[in-house]
Structures are given as structure tokens and as C-alpha cells.
């Protein structure tokens, strides 16, 4: 019994494979030839604009990063502010580094055209989905603190790297310590 139903199921497969069954024909729609041009165009543009921001600004931009209403960013390739450590599986910001965010939010108030993004980082224990949300608690915490301190929400991306991104790989807790952090990463807007 189970070899038929096998060699039917063979051969309503084989048939669908090779097109035995008929099927109605799909219409073939020729494309227009000034949308071929005006596509072609807006790749030019686009592979244009993506060598403008490709180039250094001051030494310290890297490549364009986020998009945002328009507005083109490019990534700083150091941190201007330290990051901010967290306790295993914890992430609120201890008091220690609140004025390292006061810092930052002093600068975010004096440089309106730039952006951060936070991302959330955690050691190597655990999960790689409880770490990712856990990094992300802890990018979420301290732009919360941020927030509180006047800086615009929208200027602030969040992201979570999880374990996926050690600062160090040694399994010792001193290792383990620098990774439970969140990393600032500044987005400069740059001109066109």
C-alpha cells in the first residue's frame, strides 16, 4: 500500500515537473524604453552619490551609515565618548557613568547635525537571543538617560550586537566586564 501511494505521489510530481500539465501561457510585457532610460539614470545617480559619500571628511568618516529623511550620515571611525559598562545580566546605568552622558548629551546640544548610534553589547554567556535582547535593554537604557537629558529621541538609533562583537575574548571576568557595554558611534551628516 505504502509503495503505490509512493508511486503515485512520484508521478503526479513528475508530471508537474516537466510542464505535462497544461497551464494557461503568462503574457509577456515589453518594457518601455524611456523607463529603461530613466532607470538607468537613477542608478547612475545613485552609484554617483555613493562615491561622494565615500570620501573621508576630516579623516574620521568611514562610509554613509543611515539614511534619514533624506539627510546622508557617515560614521565616525572612533568614538568621541567611552562606553558604558553594565554588571552581568543587568542593564541599568550605573551612577559612575552619568556624567559621561551628560558629556554626551552637552555635545549631541552643541553638533545638531550629527546622530548617534548606540549599540548594546554582552559578554559571552547565555543565549545568543537573551543576549540580543539583553544588548538591546542596555542601548534602549542609556538613550532613555539621554532622552532625559534633552537629547532628541530621533537623533538616536538603537542596535544590539548581542555577543557578536567582543571588545575581548579571554574567559576571565575582567574580559567578560568590557563586554557588557554600549558603544556610541557618531553619525555625521555629510554635504553635498
Known amino acids: 500500500m505504502k509503495v503505490r501511494s509512493l508511486m503515485v505521489v512520484s508521478a503526479v510530481l513528475f508530471i508537474i515537473a516537466f510542464g505535462l500539465v497544461s497551464c494557461q501561457k503568462k503574457a509577456v510585457i515589453q518594457p518601455d524604453p524611456g ?5 538607468q539614470k537613477d542608478l547612475t545617480q545613485q552609484k554617483d552619490q ?3 559619500t565615500e570620501k573621508q571628511l576630516d579623516g574620521k568618516v568611514d562610509s554613509v551609515n543611515v539614511m534619514d529623511k533624506g539627510a546622508q550620515y557617515a560614521e565616525s571611525k572612533e568614538s568621541m565618548f567611552s562606553d558604558i559598562l553594565f554588571d552581568y545580566d543587568k542593564y541599568d546605568v550605573h551612577e559612575k557613568y552619568k556624567q559621561t552622558l551628560q558629556s554626551v548629551s552637552t555635545w549631541m546640544s552643541k553638533n545638531t547635525a550629527a546622530r548617534l548610534s548606540l549599540e548594546g553589547h554582552c559578554d559571552e554567556r547565555g543565549t545568543n537571543e ?5 544588548g538591546d535593554r542596555r542601548a534602549k537604557a542609556v538613550k532613555d538617560y539621554l532622552v532625559s537629558l534633552g537629547v532628541a529621541s530621533g537623533r ?3 542596535i544590539s550586537f548581542g555577543e557578536e562583537k567582543p571588545v575581548c575574548r579571554e574567559q576571565t571576568e ?3 566586564s568590557k563586554n557588557r557595554r554600549a558603544h556610541f558611534t557618531v553619525l555625521v551628516k555629510v554635504g553635498k
Do not use: G, R, S, T
Open 35 to 39: 523607463q529603461q532610460q530613466q532607470q
Open 50 to 52: 555613493e562615491k561622494v
Open 130 to 134: 537573551y543576549n540580543l535582547a539583553l
Open 156 to 158: 538616536i538609533d538603537v
Open 174 to 176: 575582567d574580559c567578560w
